[in-house]
């Protein structure tokens, strides 16, 4: 039932089952790989294991909207959960969720759906919504977008979302010799920067070692409350250098913010982290403070590629070099 008491054709079906679709062949382990880095996230796995803590009251109804293997069903239950709505697209995982549930013995507790979670019916309007669907970029897999719909229909008034925002930065950067950052490094006193002029134009996923010079402030160009509002980056924005040196790439990184002050960000990285960070390589250039970078950002026609996003820049120097 959804806010206005409407009832609507469900989206999803609970799984009865471990039989109700779980074909192991049909497994695919490229996902289960995918899961298993999740899972192995410590710093996502405790921040969202704090904020669940802090949203759920005992007895609480918990919608895990793309639920996959249970991580943060499990967890709003250990937080005091009453009952969790599992929702899970994928016909193989929500099979593989079902059998989790089953091997804890939670099946009272624990109902698994297969489907699409913004089209669900639930027979009594959820305390709490939790949520992990932030990609390189943040938005890229449409977790407002999502959660918008979900929230209308399954979310009573004054419920709580885990996590609350959704923010999406640009920001100039120094890669610190890492990355495409190794274009202005030599190899026994050599320079291989020709390299530039020949490297095809696109995105990169990148893992930092060592934090990379920040050449500007973080710019926000997508900022989502989720549940009520959904907003991906587009159009151009105008991105300030702030402090002297060799420009080489913008990064493009995410802040999820949860409740009591809690942060989870991708940038700009940190031990164990699941996500890259995104960057957009440049040829490297020195700037200075009061120089700007327009950057225009073309989203692909299938958003959820983040690898097809691209950016468009171009320098304006600050009056006091001309």
Not at 69 to 95: F, K
Not at 267 to 288: C, D, E, K, M
Request: include cysteine.
């Amino acid at each position: 039932m959804n806010q206005q008491g409407k009832t609507l054709k469900t989206g999803a079906t609970p799984l009865r089952s471990a039989a109700a679709g779980l074909d192991r062949s049909a497994l695919d382990r490229h996902v289960l790989l995918m899961h298993q880095i999740m899972l192995s996230d410590r710093r996502r796995m405790d921040i969202y294991a704090q904020a669940l803590a802090a949203a759920i009251a005992p007895g609480d109804v918990v919608v895990d909207v793309g639920a996959g293997t249970l991580a943060l069903s499990l967890l709003a239950l250990e937080a005091g959960a009453g009952h969790v709505y599992a929702i899970e697209a994928d016909a193989h995982l929500a099979a593989l969720a079902y059998e989790i549930a089953a091997d804890n013995k939670l099946t009272d507790r624990v109902t698994v759906l297969c489907g699409d979670a913004r089209a669900v019916d639930l027979p009594s309007a959820a305390d709490v919504i939790v949520s992990e669907m932030m990609g390189n970029l943040g938005p890229e897999e449409e977790m407002a977008e999502v959660l918008c719909l979900v929230a209308d229909r399954c979310l009573k008034p004054g419920g709580r979302m885990v996590p609350a925002r959704l923010v999406t930065a640009l920001q100039a950067i120094n890669l610190n010799g890492e990355g495409w950052g190794v274009w202005s490094e030599t190899v026994g006193g050599y320079s291989l920067r020709s390299v530039q002029d020949h490297a095809p134009q696109g995105g990169q996923f990148h893992f930092f070692n060592n934090a990379p010079e920040l050449l500007s402030q973080p710019l926000p160009v997508a900022d989502s409350t989720l549940g009520r509002t959904g907003e991906m980056p587009k159009g151009r924005h105008r991105l300030e250098i702030t402090e002297d040196g060799l420009l080489q790439a913008v990064a493009v990184h995410f802040t999820a913010h949860f409740v009591d002050g809690l942060t989870l960000s991708n940038f700009p990285s940190y031990p164990g982290s699941n996500w890259a960070v995104w960057i957009w390589p440049l040829r490297h250039t020195q700037v200075r403070s009061g120089d700007v970078l327009h950057v225009d950002i073309h989203p692909p026609a299938d958003v959820r590629l983040a690898s097809d996003w691209s950016l468009g820049c171009q320098i304006e120097r600050s009056s006091r070099r001309r």
